[in-house]
Every structure is written in structure tokens, then in C-alpha cells.
């Protein structure tokens, strides 16, 4: 046997070099329990993470059921608290039926997957989420990248084909916060015979009636061609994901979907702060609406400041950068300033234009707008603003 001069994983100091070079190298940072910080960072959309409803809905649960949820859903996982979830999450967001999962990932994994046989086209959006592209890789079906939030695009990719066909897109996408065209969507998709299959992990608790999501804003929740995934980590201020759609689309998954069967089942803790929420969100539309006015009041203020800012959808403010190194510098600038906002570089921007991203919540008030802007402004490098206006 021989011998070499090199380790099995020394390729990745050149992976890290390349990295610093490009100014992308990615670190983590544990906050505090109480952070002194302003949070436009987070996705807790509607400030329920802390609600102490919520918090006593994940410590109730946690006391009656336990840490864990102790095996897979389809052996010891399964709670009476998971059914409970998913029939009063399908009622609320106007589906059949629902399937709670570990995560919002795990989630788009097991729908991508499973919806998309040997012989199928997936039709995917060039700005969805990296969980829809990675379930589009491990699918065994044909996947079409088409340009983005373009029905004209979806509907020459469905020409081409013959056989069980489903078009994958966001509802909102994560970088800038822009809305999919899901009406025009699903009325290519039924011109085919394809499925229409759509992540609202921005949309639920937002978008339509009383935060309902982007799909029954749509007049798509309950059809029979289209099927949803959630997540209960961003405005539900939990953890887990959720399919949602028609119940022989949700027993094929229990049957076919590899990241149900085989993963241990959602924390009873989280399952309980997600129904809590739900429960809470109910009570109080009101703050769907609010999240809106939020996204709205930081936009306008932003661009009356001068700065290269997307009209938001939903809640993501999108602030564009002049470079990575810039938006790394921004970031921590405000940081420093007492504000948490959120820095996307590529590759984790599909059009490798670096940004702040902000988050709106519902629960941030008029003043502490005013101080996030003031701050973000006094902080901006000179090319985040358009000609002149600095």
C-alpha cells in the first residue's frame, strides 16, 4: 500500500482560500437570549416567537409528550398534537388535507421528490429556494430551469413534453421579496394537464385573508391541481414545514416521500408553539396586515433616502449592495449601530447582486422604523445609492 504527502481533505484549504479571496466567507454567531439588538434579521414575521402564548404552547406540549417525538411519523412520531396541527393548518390556509414535516426543507424535499417520477418534467423557477433546486437534483424526473416569475417561459418548457409535468416555484422569493405570478401559474399548468407546486414559506401569514397564504390569496387553495408547502419557522415563530394539498397527494407522500419516512417527527415543543400561533393568528389577522404596512413604510422610507431598495411584496425589504465586501461592512456597521439586519452574497443570490435583506414584523413599532432607517442610511456606503442622491 502506498503512501502520499497529502490528506484526504486538503482541497478544502484551497475551498477557504477561494472564499477570503472573494470576500465570502461565512461564520457564525450565537446571539444572546436577550439581545440588546433592533431585529430586521429574523424571520419571525408576525413577532410571535417570544409571545408568551406561543412559548407556554411549545413548553405545554414539551411537558406532556416530551423532548422528542422519539421515532419516524409512521412508527412512534406521531402525536395526537401533529394531527391536530395539520387539521387545523389545512382549514386555515384552505386545503384538503396537510402533512406536518421537521422542517420547511425537509418539506419541499419530500413534495419535489415524490410529485416528480422517471418520467416527469419539472419546471423550476431560476430564483426558487436552494430546497426546491435541491429536490429537483435528487428527483429522478427531467428538470427545466426557466427564467424567473415568467409564465410565457413555464409554458414553452411544457410544449416540449409529454407525461406527468409539475411547474415548482416560490410564492415569494426569499432574496427580494417579490411575488410570484401564481394566477397566470396555474392557468398555463391546467393547459397541460400539469401540477402546480408552490413553497409559501413567505406567504403564510402575510399574504391573503388573515395571513392565509399566498395560494388562497390566489384562489388556488383546495384545487385540485395544486399543492403547497409552509413553513412554521418564520411567521409562526416555531419550527417544522408542512405540505399541504389534496389528501391522495398527501397519503402518496406518507407512502413515497423519503424525508417523511424516514426522519424522526417534528418536535412535540415546536408542534405545540406552531398550533399556538396558528391559533393566535386566528384571533388576530390584523397582524398579517401590519407585517405589510411594515415592508411598505421601510421601502418608501429607504428610497426617499436615496437608496437601490425592491418594492416588497410581502415583509423582505431587499436594500441592493455595491459589492460583497460592501454588504459584509454594512451589515456590521449597523450591527454596531445596535441594528441586526441580514447580508445575502452570492451564492446565495441567484443574480450575484449582494444585499441587505430586512425583514418586517408586525410587531416593530413606528419609532423603531425611524431609528432602523436612520441607521442603515448613516451607514451606507456611497454606490448603495442612486445618481445624485447622496
Known sequence: MGTTSTRAFDWLDEQR??????????TLRPR??????????????????????????????????????????????????????????AEFCGFETALVLSSGYAANLAAVTALAPHDALLVSDAGNHASLIDGCRLA???????AHADPAAVRKALTTHEGPAVAVSDTVFSVDGDRAPLTELASVCREFGAGLLVDDAHGLGVLGSGGRGAP?????????????????SKSFGSQGGAVLGPAHVIEHLVNAARTFIFDTGLA??????????????RREPHRADRAR??????????????????????????????????????????????????????????????????????????????????????????????????
Open 17 to 26: 482560500r477561494a472564499r477570503e479571496a472573494a470576500g465570502l466567507v461565512r
Open 32 to 89: 444572546p437570549a436577550d439581545s440588546p439588538l433592533l431585529d430586521l434579521a429574523s424571520n419571525d414575521y408576525l413577532g410571535l416567537a417570544r409571545h408568551p402564548e406561543v412559548v407556554e404552547g411549545a413548553a405545554g406540549a414539551a411537558r406532556r409528550w416530551g423532548g422528542g417525538a422519539t421515532g419516524s411519523r409512521l412508527v412512534t412520531g406521531t402525536t395526537a398534537l401533529h394531527t391536530e396541527l395539520e387539521r387545523e393548518l
Open 140 to 146: 429522478r424526473a427531467t428538470t427545466q430551469v426557466v
Open 216 to 232: 388562497h390569496a390566489a384562489g388556488l387553495a383546495g384545487a385540485p391541481d395544486t399543492v403547497a408547502t409552509v413553513t412554521l
Open 268 to 281: 412535540p415543543a415546536a408542534a405545540g408553539a406552531a398550533l399556538a400561533a396558528l391559533r393566535l393568528l
Open 293 to 390: 404596512e411594515v415592508a411598505t413604510t421601510l421601502y418608501r422610507s429607504l428610497t426617499a433616502a436615496g437608496m437601490s431598495a425592491v418594492r416588497p411584496d410581502a415583509a423582505v425589504v431587499s436594500v441592493r449592495a455595491p459589492s460583497p465586501d460592501e454588504a459584509v461592512r454594512w451589515a456590521a456597521e449597523c450591527r454596531a449601530a445596535g441594528l441586526s439586519v441580514g447580508c445575502f452574497r452570492p451564492p446565495s443570490v441567484p443574480d450575484g447582486v449582494s444585499r441587505l435583506r430586512l425583514t418586517a414584523r408586525a410587531d416593530l413599532t413606528d419609532e423603531q422604523l425611524g431609528e432602523a432607517v436612520r441607521v442603515i442610511s448613516r451607514t451606507a456606503p456611497d454606490g448603495a445609492f442612486t445618481a445624485g442622491s447622496r
